[in-house]
């Protein structure tokens, strides 16, 4: 088990920038797949990007060119830079940390920070 807390959201205009990082409580070096989530209001749970314990990234098709998802070891810490934020970019965003040997296997769950982009 890894507790995990995003922090970083707020509101931003759009076409604006925002990091989110969410910090675990034990080293991430061997967690196998970390990843961010989105819900926004009214919408199912949005898979938007992933990366492996080697590093290799994936990215939902409506954040490619935009969203960049990083993981630094040293400091126990997953990042998202969100650059040219839309407003369908408004939601509720979680990491997840997933042990486990696919993305999808049950994992911890951060508690939510909230992006806001206006138009």
């Known amino acids: 088990q890894v507790q995990l807390v995003e922090s970083g959201g707020g509101l931003v205009q759009a076409g604006g920038s925002l990091r989110l990082s969410c910090a675990a409580s034990r080293n991430i070096f061997s967690i196998n797949f970390m990843s961010w989530y989105r819900r926004a209001p009214g919408k199912e749970r949005e898979l938007v990007a992933t990366?492996?314990?080697?590093?290799?990234?994936d990215y939902a098709d409506s954040v490619k060119g935009r969203f960049t998802i990083s993981r630094d070891n040293a400091k126990n810490k997953l990042n998202l830079q969100m650059t040219n934020l839309k407003p369908e970019d408004t939601a509720a965003y979680y990491c997840?940390?997933?042990?486990?040997?696919?993305?999808?296997?049950?994992?911890?769950w951060g508690q939510g920070t909230q992006v806001t982009v206006s138009s």
């Open positions: 997840k940390a997933v042990l486990g040997p696919t993305i999808w296997a049950p994992g911890s």
């Open positions: 990366i492996t314990s080697g590093g290799i990234t």
